[in-house]
C-alpha cells in the first residue's frame, strides 16, 4: 500500500452537461461544470464545500464520496457552472427586456441615485437562466469522482517523495548512532584510568604511614571505585541507542507497509527526540555532542515531513 500525503491538488471540467437543464426553450446553453479540490494537512477529515446554490444538495452525495477515499486533511472543495451560448448571443426577449425594466424602476425607486443599466448588463443578464439542479447531479458526481481520483494520485506522488526522505534520514540517523556506539568505551577507559591515577597518588601519599593516612588510602581507593562506577552508568547510552534502533526499524516498516501511518509516525518521532535529548545530556565529549546535535536536526526535519502523512 501507498503512503499518502495530505497535501494535494486536482481540477477537473466538462464541456457541458448531458442536459441543458434550462428552463427557457427558446435557447441553446450548455452548462459548463468545474470542480476544485484542494487539500492540506490537518489532524482529522475537515472538508469543506464552496458550491453554487443550483448544487448544494450534492453536498451530502460529495461528503460521502470524499469521506470514503480520504481519511486525514483540510480538503476544499470548489464548484462552479458556466453557462456559454452555442450559436453566439441573442438578443433578448421582449419578456426579458419588461423584465429587467421593472425590476430597475423597482430599485430606482428607493435608490433614485442607482446607474441606469448598459446594453452590455442587459445582454448579460438576459443570458442568464435558471438551471435545473437535477440535471446536474450525475454530471457533477462523475466530475467528483475524476477530481477525487487525481487527488489521490497526487497525494500518492507527493507522499512516495516523504517516504523517499524519511528513509534517508533514517539511514543517517543509523550511521550516527554507529559513530556513537565506539566512543563510550573510551570515554569509559580513560575516566577509570583518571580515577585510578587519583587513587595511585593517594596510595603513594599515604605509604608506609598508619594510623589517619593509611584510612585517608583506603578511602581515597574506595572513592576512585565508586566514581569510576558511577561515571561508566551515567555516560552509558547503550540503552537509547538500542531503542532508538528499534524506532527507526517500526519507522521503516510503516513506510513499507504504507497506508494510514501518519499518527503513529508522529508517535515514534516524539521517541527519537527523547532518545537523542537524552544521549545528549548523556555526553561528556565534544564528539559525543555534536552526534547528538546532529541526529536532533535530523529528527526535527523528519518531524516537519510526517505532520503532511495521512
Same mark, same amino acid.
Given at each position: 500500500?501507498?503512503?499518502?500525503?495530505?497535501?494535494?491538488?486536482?481540477?477537473?471540467?466538462?464541456?457541458?452537461?448531458?442536459?441543458?437543464?434550462?428552463?427557457?426553450?427558446?435557447?441553446?446553453?450548455?452548462?459548463?461544470?468545474? +470542480?476544485?479540490? !484542494? %487539500?492540506?494537512?490537518? &489532524?482529522? /477529515?475537515?472538508?469543506?464545500?464552496?458550491?453554487?446554490?443550483? =448544487?448544494?444538495? @450534492?453536498?451530502?452525495?460529495?461528503?460521502?464520496?470524499?469521506?470514503?477515499?480520504?481519511?486525514?486533511?483540510?480538503?476544499?472543495?470548489?464548484?462552479?457552472?458556466?453557462?456559454?451560448?452555442?450559436?453566439?448571443?441573442?438578443?433578448?426577449?421582449?419578456?426579458?427586456?419588461?423584465?429587467?425594466?421593472?425590476?430597475?424602476?423597482?430599485?430606482?425607486?428607493?435608490?433614485?441615485?442607482?446607474?441606469?443599466?448598459?446594453?452590455?448588463?442587459?445582454?448579460?443578464?438576459?443570458?442568464?437562466?435558471?438551471?435545473?439542479?437535477?440535471?446536474?447531479?450525475?454530471?457533477?458526481?462523475?466530475?467528483?469522482?475524476?477530481?477525487?481520483?487525481?487527488?489521490?494520485?497526487?497525494?500518492?506522488?507527493?507522499?512516495?517523495?516523504?517516504?523517499?526522505? +524519511?528513509?534517508? !534520514? %533514517?539511514?543517517?540517523? &543509523?550511521? /550516527?548512532?554507529?559513530?556513537?556506539?565506539?566512543?563510550?568505551? =573510551?570515554?569509559? @577507559?580513560?575516566?577509570?584510568?583518571?580515577?585510578?591515577?587519583?587513587?595511585?597518588?593517594?596510595?603513594?601519599?599515604?605509604?608506609?604511614?598508619?594510623?589517619?593516612?593509611?584510612?585517608?588510602?583506603?578511602?581515597?581507593?574506595?572513592?576512585?571505585?565508586?566514581?569510576?562506577?558511577?561515571?561508566?552508568?551515567?555516560?552509558?547510552?547503550?540503552?537509547?541507542?538500542?531503542?532508538?534502533?528499534?524506532?527507526?526499524?517500526?519507522?521503516?516498516?510503516?513506510?513499507?507497509?504504507?497506508?494510514?501511518?501518519?499518527?503513529?509516525?508522529?508517535?515514534?518521532?516524539?521517541?527519537?527526540?527523547?532518545?537523542?535529548?537524552?544521549?545528549?545530556?548523556?555526553?561528556?565529549?565534544?564528539?559525543?555532542?555534536?552526534?547528538?546535535?546532529?541526529?536532533?536536526?535530523?529528527?526535527?526535519?523528519?518531524?516537519?515531513?510526517?505532520?503532511?502523512?495521512?
Amino acid at each position: 500500500m501507498a503512503v499518502y500525503s495530505m497535501t494535494g491538488y486536482a481540477t477537473v471540467q466538462s464541456p457541458g452537461a448531458r442536459s441543458t437543464g434550462l428552463t427557457d426553450p427558446e435557447r441553446t446553453l450548455s452548462p459548463t461544470l468545474g +470542480l476544485e479540490i !484542494r %487539500s492540506v494537512n490537518s &489532524r482529522f /477529515l475537515d472538508l469543506a464545500f464552496k458550491l453554487p446554490d443550483e =448544487l448544494r444538495s @450534492a453536498e451530502p452525495g460529495l461528503r460521502d464520496l470524499l469521506g470514503a477515499r480520504l481519511k486525514r486533511g483540510k480538503v476544499e472543495i470548489r464548484a462552479w457552472i458556466e453557462n456559454r451560448q452555442e450559436t453566439g448571443a441573442r438578443a433578448p426577449s421582449t419578456a426579458d427586456l419588461q423584465k429587467l425594466v421593472g425590476l430597475q424602476d423597482s430599485v430606482r425607486s428607493w435608490l433614485p441615485t442607482a446607474a441606469p443599466l448598459s446594453v452590455a448588463e442587459v445582454l448579460q443578464l438576459s443570458s442568464r437562466h435558471a438551471v435545473d439542479a437535477g440535471a446536474l447531479q450525475e454530471p457533477l458526481m462523475e466530475l467528483a469522482l475524476r477530481s477525487v481520483d487525481q487527488l489521490v494520485e497526487a497525494r500518492a506522488r507527493e507522499g512516495q517523495r516523504l517516504a523517499d526522505m +524519511l528513509r534517508d !534520514r %533514517s539511514g543517517r540517523l &543509523r550511521q /550516527l548512532a554507529q559513530e556513537a556506539q565506539p566512543l563510550i568505551p =573510551l570515554l569509559v @577507559a580513560q575516566q577509570r584510568q583518571r580515577f585510578l591515577d587519583r587513587w595511585n597518588e593517594a596510595m603513594q601519599a599515604g605509604s608506609g604511614s598508619t594510623g589517619p593516612l593509611g584510612g585517608a588510602s583506603e578511602m581515597a581507593q574506595d572513592r576512585a571505585l565508586t566514581e569510576a562506577t558511577a561515571f561508566a552508568i551515567r555516560i552509558d547510552v547503550a540503552e537509547e541507542i538500542t531503542r532508538l534502533d528499534s524506532h527507526l526499524t517500526e519507522i521503516e516498516r510503516l513506510l513499507s507497509r504504507g497506508g494510514e501511518i501518519g499518527k503513529r509516525l508522529d508517535f515514534l518521532i516524539q521517541e527519537l527526540h527523547r532518545e537523542a535529548n537524552t544521549l545528549g545530556a548523556k555526553s561528556s565529549s565534544l564528539e559525543l555532542t555534536r552526534i547528538s546535535v546532529d541526529m536532533k536536526v535530523l529528527v526535527e526535519q523528519m518531524r516537519e515531513q510526517v505532520q503532511n502523512i495521512e
